[in-house]
């Protein structure tokens, strides 16, 4: 018998009426007339030349191929341009942002040291980071904090066996975002104590602004760069990392996907940055719109509330628990009514009974419904 190994991870709460993840996902998935508002995923996208890309590379055959093994370069260099982290820095691409936290931890951690996260996050670093290191996770689901990591936490919490500090910018599921003067503050942290910061900026286009960490301490940053959400092509699994060569000659060392990611992915990806600025503001506006739309509606209800508002993301919580209300339930009612949202212990341990998770990047219409149906059931 295999013994379960001392980081595995508890398995994922199962929405009513499924017996395993897998299949409720399946059950989603399949389901397309299901308003998709409970992954963060983007479904705003109309024509721009991504699906002709990769039609194009299907039709002639490239997929019997391998790719460069690192990712193409015209797309790596496509990413740093993006960031405008052009000079001093090289890209791995990699199976979605999830590998590149994966890769990131494995090279940095040793047996003796510690990463600091904050929940609520995205605890899939927590798990990564327990696999070889240790985890100190630190609550920041309060007024006084922001709602966030701030310098001030890190410096209370960090001792000489930490190594790494996760920076989700903005963060998953609050949308709360990062000051200049705070990034400032993480750059004294980072180098007077030798340690590293994973900047995850996956839902970094859809803030109203936005700062990278590597501008501030490039030589202690590695950013986490995601075609899922903004671009929406969370179902081709591709992401990237960008840092110093130094820290992604030591990473080279450790890769999963040694024969490439996925091609056809790639070529979609490489079209979805030429052609980014063309739907990026139309996209910007509309979840911000969105937003609005809930926020109005949960002005409404008494003692229910938006922790962060405006969120910096394409999701937000709503805190029920004042209302006495379970998340739960609500996210199974709205599954009943086909609208797919997410109770808070997805994200959080401690503080995932208070909350539902929404996300907003979807057509105002579908938006409009999740209200009528949300104001219902809260009532």
């Known amino acids: 018998m295999i013994s379960p190994k001392k980081y595995a991870r508890t398995a994922k709460k199962v929405p009513k009426g499924f017996e395993t993840p897998n299949e409720f996902f399946n059950y989603v998935y399949n389901d397309e007339e299901m308003i998709w508002m409970g992954q963060n995923t983007n479904h705003l996208h109309n024509e721009n030349g991504v699906v002709e890309a990769m039609m194009g590379c299907i039709k002639k055959g490239d997929y019997s191929k391998y790719p460069p093994p690192e990712g193409f370069p015209e797309l790596k260099e496509l990413i740093r341009e993006d960031l405008g982290l052009v000079h001093g820095f090289d890209t791995l691409i990699t199976a979605g942002g999830t590998e590149s936290l994966y890769l990131c931890t494995n090279d940095i951690l040793e047996p003796n040291n510690n990463t600091i996260t904050c929940d609520p996050g995205y605890l899939i670093i927590d798990n990564f980071a327990s696999r070889f290191g240790n985890v100190k996770s630190v609550s920041i689901y309060n007024k006084e904090c922001g709602y966030k990591l701030t310098p001030e936490l890190v410096r209370q919490n960090m001792d000489e066996n930490t190594k790494l500090v996760s920076l989700i910018d903005p963060l998953n599921p609050l949308g709360s975002s990062y000051t200049k003067e705070e990034l400032k503050e993480f750059k004294e942290i980072a180098e007077e104590n030798d340690i590293y910061l994973i900047n995850d900026i ?7 602004d936005h700062h990278l ?14 075609f899922s959400k903004i671009y929406g092509m969370a179902g081709l699994r591709i992401g990237a990392m960008i840092s110093t060569p130094e820290i992604i000659n030591s990473v080279r060392s450790i890769l999963i996907n040694d024969l490439g990611t996925n091609l056809v992915a790639q070529k979609g990806a490489i079209a979805a940055v030429n052609s980014k600025y063309e739907w990026l503001d139309r996209i910007r506006r ?15 209800l008494e003692n229910v509330f938006i922790p962060v508002y405006p ?35 997805y994200t959080s341990k401690r503080f995932g009974h208070r909350y539902l998770r929404v996300s907003y990047s979807i057509p105002t219409k579908q938006v409009k419904y999740f209200i009528e149906c949300f104001l219902e059931v809260m009532g």
């Open 311 to 345: 969120s910096d993301g394409n999701m937000m919580v709503i805190d029920m628990y004042d209302a006495d209300v379970n998340p739960r339930e609500v996210a199974d009612y709205l599954l009943d009514k086909g609208i797919f949202t997410r109770e808070g212990s």
């Open 286 to 300: 509309i979840t911000h719109h969105n937003q609005k739309l809930i926020k109005k509606a949960v002005d409404q």
């Open 213 to 226: 960490m590597a501008k501030y301490a490039p030589e202690h940053t590695i950013t986490i760069y995601s």
């Open 202 to 208: 996956t839902y970094r286009d859809f803030a109203r």
